[in-house]
């Protein structure tokens, strides 16, 4: 249940909601500079490519493998602590490489323990704030909130990616002083964070697989989280192996490099938008088109790649496609915040954030293993047809057709 103490204002003067938003908006521009200048300084330091898949891969892997005990530990510990000292470890991470540069110690070792406490800090932090987002913002105004998070999380990548490369140019260590400075104000933003107290309950069992066991089986047993989860996962898989297939069958085709470029940018500049008015049409659709309308759009538009030859053609389509994202995960968030008891909320965000990572980091591995197998044509019309079947799915399922319009109350949650 959410927090009775938020206060009914608008969001642009609700203090503690804008000191989360600005500080993880210079938080996200500081990890996506160094996410970018990573595989750009392995590749300075060692020359090999797969070194720098191994670094980034440390991140991915760091955060799915502290992703369940994560959860269950931001619903037993103070969220507002977890959140500053993710913030402070990162300063700590980043601050240790740009010594190691400056005084020319850098070894790949110290690369991947950096990678791994940025993956771990990561996993810790998402949930914390997943979980004190309702307790700062009233109910009636978290759909806003979780569509300006996601705008957030998208202008945070773009400038980020934008800004990494052009201060890897000046030196390798400027775009991690960057990260560690953007980490830093942050820290010192969360200072004067106001969570309003957690209601009182009994003490947890204190047995950390027990309570994994118990979020994992709640949320499970909510049909509209799982339901609306396997979407996602399905979504994500697809998705993802069509985006890397795409940028094979650019180069193909011999779009320049510039235009690959473009054209990935593209496909953020359109989650942007569809995120700046995800708010409005969540309000305006209901939630049952505005997740069904995501999968035919996806595999009606997916095929049209096919067809173009222009990098700048190729990112108007990504582009197209990001729109409406936003829109039904701020319905789908917004209702499993208010459906899940704020004792198990952090253990939720943890769950469905390794789920949905997880067919992420696997979808890229189907989109290779297509263009191995396959000529790059079928490629991409193999993964509009699975986003289809799972469009039909969609459409006929009972559950997405009654999905709630309006906000639930979360029952309180008895066990561990």
């Known amino acids: 249940m959410s927090a009775p103490a938020a206060q009914s204002v608008s969001l642009t003067r609700n203090r503690n909601y804008q000191l989360l938003w600005i500080s993880q908006v210079l938080s996200g521009v500081g990890l996506s500079a160094s996410v970018i200048a990573f595989p750009l300084l392995v590749l300075a330091l060692t020359g090999s490519a797969a070194a720098s898949g191994l670094v980034l891969g440390t991140i991915a892997a760091a955060q799915l493998l502290a992703g369940l005990p994560a959860g269950a530990l931001v619903d037993r510990w103070d969220r507002k602590m977890i959140m500053l000292g993710c913030e402070a470890t990162q300063v700590l991470a980043a601050a240790s490489l740009v010594a190691a540069l400056w005084w020319g110690q850098a070894r790949l070792t110290h690369l991947v323990v950096v990678a791994a406490v940025m993956g771990a800090s990561a996993a810790l932090f998402r949930p914390a704030e997943d979980a004190c987002l309702p307790r700062v913002v009233p109910d009636d105004q978290l759909s806003t909130a979780v569509a300006l998070n996601a705008a957030r999380s998208s202008m945070a990548q773009l400038s980020g990616t934008a800004a990494g490369g052009f201060l890897f140019a000046i030196a390798r260590f400027v775009p991690f002083v960057a990260d560690a400075l953007a980490h830093a104000v942050a820290c010192t933003l969360l200072v004067f964070l106001r969570v309003p107290p957690r209601e009182a309950r009994p003490e947890p069992t204190r047995h950390l697989g027990r309570e994994i066991t118990a979020g994992l089986q709640w949320v499970w047993g909510q049909r509209h989280i799982r339901v609306t989860a396997l979407c996602a996962v399905v979504l994500n898989l697809f998705f993802s192996a069509f985006y890397l297939l795409v940028i094979v069958l650019a180069v193909a085709r011999g779009v320049p ?82 459906l899940t008891p704020d004792e198990l909320r952090g253990r939720l965000s943890s769950v469905l954030g390794i789920v949905t990572g997880v067919a992420a980091t696997l979808g890229p591995v189907l989109g290779g293993l297509l263009a191995t197998a396959v000529s790059g044509t079928l490629a991409v019309l193999v993964c509009a047809g699975g986003i289809a079947a799972a469009a039909i799915v969609a459409t006929l399922s009972p559950t997405l057709r009654s999905f709630p319009r309006h906000p639930v109350v979360a029952e309180p949650h008895r066990g561990p």
């Open 257 to 338: 490099s510039g235009q690959v470029g473009i054209m990935a940018a593209m496909l953020g500049v359109g989650g942007l938008l569809g995120a700046l008015v995800a708010s409005r049409l969540a309000q305006a659709v209901s939630p049952y088109v505005s997740i069904i309308a995501v999968f035919w759009v996806m595999a009606t538009l997916i095929p049209v790649a096919v067809f173009l030859d222009s990098g700048y053609l190729l990112g108007l389509l990504l582009a197209a496609m990001a729109l409406l994202p936003a829109t039904a995960n701020t319905t789908i968030i917004t209702r499993q915040l208010l």
